[in-house]
Each structure stands twice: as structure tokens, then as C-alpha cells.
């Protein structure tokens, strides 16, 4: 090369180091001595400022996509149906009526309450295409009294499951409906009230207070007798009984999260409450 350096041949050989571990050894090329220490001067000058500026487009570009779920995806969600391809929104219909129950946490950690069975797991969030794929999942396997139910909880469950789960767009339809319909044009339906009613009882109604509770649990809007069982974020029943005012005591609960399910007439409503 003599005196005049191939800056191109620099560049490639800048670029191919760069995938190695840097070192500060010189570049040998053919040419005189002084090439030689030119080339290693700009190959290690170039090097750094490649790696700073490298390190410069990371910061800025996680910056720019490293977005929170919205805030509106943690909460209690109500499984009311699913989407097909070609036949649209199809609502769950079972007797005795009931809607399984999922809750999502800010953390992306989900736990789910059917008929007779409970799941747990963990969402993972991509910002770039606003959609969750689960990375955890795990359910139990229990046989309901009533085969619709047990037929309903495969089906919740179904659409949470590892390894067929497909990455959901997330979609709100309104402030309480929730739609997470894959690329292929199927997907479930949530609610944050029930889809399915009883009676004069109206699930959208019944309500658990203080929640926050120390302890006693109130319940309104429920006027008759009914039982009730309360479980841990574990899928495991912790007490149950039965009530005839309204009033549940839970004091000897530790703090925590747990469901309240509670069995009124020929329905069954779950709903979250938090022990202080």
C-alpha cells in the first residue's frame, strides 16, 4: 500500500473487529511503519466511537419502545365468550350459569378462577406490537358436579394455555370490555361485570366491601342464603361456609389476595378481594 492507506480496507477491517472482544493490539498491513501505527491509531479511535455511539442508539431506542401496558389491562376480567374466524362473538352459556374469573396484575402475573379448577401464570408485554403472550402457565386438573362447568373451564383455560398460545393483540371495546383476538382471527372476550344473570340477582351488582378488608366482609346486594368459599392466589380453599346476612368474617385470614366464591340459587359469582 506504501504511504497512501485503503481507507475502505480500514473500514471493513474496523467492521469485522468490532464483533470481537476489543483489544488495544495494532492492526499489521502491509505498507511501511508508519501506516502500520496510522492504521492502529484510527482503527482504536474509530472502535470507541463506534461502541459509544452504538451504545448511544440502544439507550435511545429502548427509550423510545421500552412502553408500559396500559393501566387499564390490571384488573378483574370476566370471561364472557370467545371470537371465531367466521361466526363472531359467541357468549358462554352453561346451567348452573357461572363466568370464570381472570386477574391480571401490574407485575403482568395472572391468576384465573373457573367452576371447580384455577390457573396462574405470567404475561409478557411487547410494546412494538401492543401484544401479551403468556411465558408461565400452570392449572389444575379437577373434575366439576356438572360437565358444562367442567367443559367451560377447559374452554376458559384453553386460551391461556402453553405451548399453542399465540401472542394476543390487545383491543379494550370500552372502558369494561376486553378483547384479545390473535392474527388469525380467534381469541377470547372479558368483561369486568358478568356476562350471565339469575333471578331478580344481578351479578353486575353484587359487591364485596371494605376491600381493602380487616374483618368482615360485607356482600351487597344479595338477599338470600348462600354459600361461599374463599381460596388463595394458589387455587387453594382456605374456609367456606354458609351466610344468611350478608356478613363474612376473615379476620383469621393472613394478608393477601383471595377469591370469594359465592354459590347464589342456581348461579356462581367469584369475585377478588384484598386481606389487610
Known amino acids: 500500500m506504501g504511504d497512501q492507506l485503503d481507507l475502505g480496507q480500514i473500514e471493513r477491517t474496523r467492521i469485522l473487529i468490532l464483533l470481537k472482544p476489543y483489544t488495544t493490539g495494532s492492526i499489521v498491513l502491509s505498507g511501511c511503519c508508519n501506516s502500520k501505527i496510522n492504521v492502529t491509531l484510527r482503527y482504536n479511535c474509530l472502535t470507541m466511537k463506534s461502541i459509544r455511539f452504538i451504545l448511544l442508539f440502544c439507550l435511545l431506542s429502548f427509550g423510545v419502545y421500552a412502553q408500559d401496558p396500559p393501566s387499564e389491562l390490571f384488573n378483574s376480567w370476566y370471561y364472557i365468550g370467545s371470537e371465531g374466524d367466521l361466526v363472531g362473538f359467541t357468549p358462554i352459556s352453561v346451567q348452573p350459569p357461572f363466568n370464570p374469573l381472570l386477574v391480571i396484575q401490574s407485575d403482568l402475573s395472572f391468576q384465573g378462577t373457573g367452576a371447580c379448577n384455577t390457573c396462574s401464570g405470567i404475561f409478557e408485554f411487547d410494546p412494538v406490537e401492543n401484544t401479551l403472550e403468556v411465558i408461565q402457565f400452570q392449572r389444575t386438573f379437577n373434575q366439576c358436579q356438572y360437565q358444562s362447568h367442567t367443559d367451560l373451564d377447559n374452554d376458559f383455560f384453553s386460551w391461556l394455555e402453553l405451548p399453542d398460545f399465540q401472542p394476543y393483540p390487545i383491543q379494550f371495546l370500552s ?102
Open 175 to 276: 372502558n369494561t370490555k376486553l378483547e384479545l383476538v390473535s392474527f388469525n382471527g380467534f381469541g377470547p372476550h372479558y368483561s369486568t361485570t358478568p356476562w350471565l344473570s339469575a333471578g331478580d340477582t344481578h351479578l353486575e351488582d353484587i359487591k364485596v366491601y371494605p376491600n381493602p378488608v380487616e374483618h368482615i366482609l360485607m356482600i351487597r346486594s344479595i338477599n338470600v342464603e348462600f354459600n361461599y368459599e374463599i381460596y388463595d392466589v394458589n387455587g387453594r380453599m382456605v374456609t367456606s361456609g354458609k351466610s344468611t346476612n350478608s356478613g363474612i368474617e376473615v379476620g383469621k385470614l393472613d394478608s393477601g389476595t383471595y377469591f370469594i366464591k359465592l354459590f347464589i340459587e342456581d348461579l356462581t359469582h367469584t369475585i377478588r378481594f384484598i386481606k389487610k
